[in-house]
Nanobody
Framework: QVHLVESGGGSVQAGGSLRLSCTAS????????IAWFRQAPGKEREGVAR????????FYTGSVSGRFTISQNNAKNTVYLQMDSVKYEDTAMYYC??????????????????WGQGTQVTVSS
């Protein structure tokens, strides 16, 4: 049984940093596309960062580009989202997700097979 478990969320002041982790069990990230999504109350889920181990490329949505960094530690079977210079509008529930295969071309939630339960990030201004 596959489980993705996020951790590292919490409360932080604007301008601060957080590092989210997503650890998998029953599944190895290998060459599949891995992404971080977020969902704020009353808003749709949006993709913020994705990583393609196959092509060793990353992509960020415009609002987080230059502030967030997605990375992977294969030895720990864990994916990270380093969040720097956070803003109030980064407040949301953050989810990691894995897309089987190596397409890694979109943030369409339906393309992702495995999801974690989410970790809450709250930024105070």
């Amino acid at each position: 049984q596959v489980h993705l478990v996020e951790s590292g969320g919490g409360s932080v002041q604007a301008g601060g940093s957080l590092r989210l982790s997503c650890t998998a069990s029953g599944y190895t990230f290998r060459r599949d596309c891995i992404a971080w999504f977020r969902q704020a109350p009353g808003k749709e889920r949006e993709g913020v960062a994705r990583l393609s181990p196959y092509s060793d490329t990353t992509f960020y949505t415009g609002s987080v580009s230059g502030r967030f960094t997605i990375s992977q530690n294969n030895a720990k079977n864990t994916v990270y989202l380093q969040m720097d210079s956070v803003k109030y509008e980064d407040t949301a529930m953050y989810y990691c997700a894995a897309e089987l295969g190596n397409s890694c071309r979109s943030f369409i939630p339906g393309s992702y097979t495995f999801w974690g339960q989410g970790t809450q990030v709250t930024v105070s201004s």
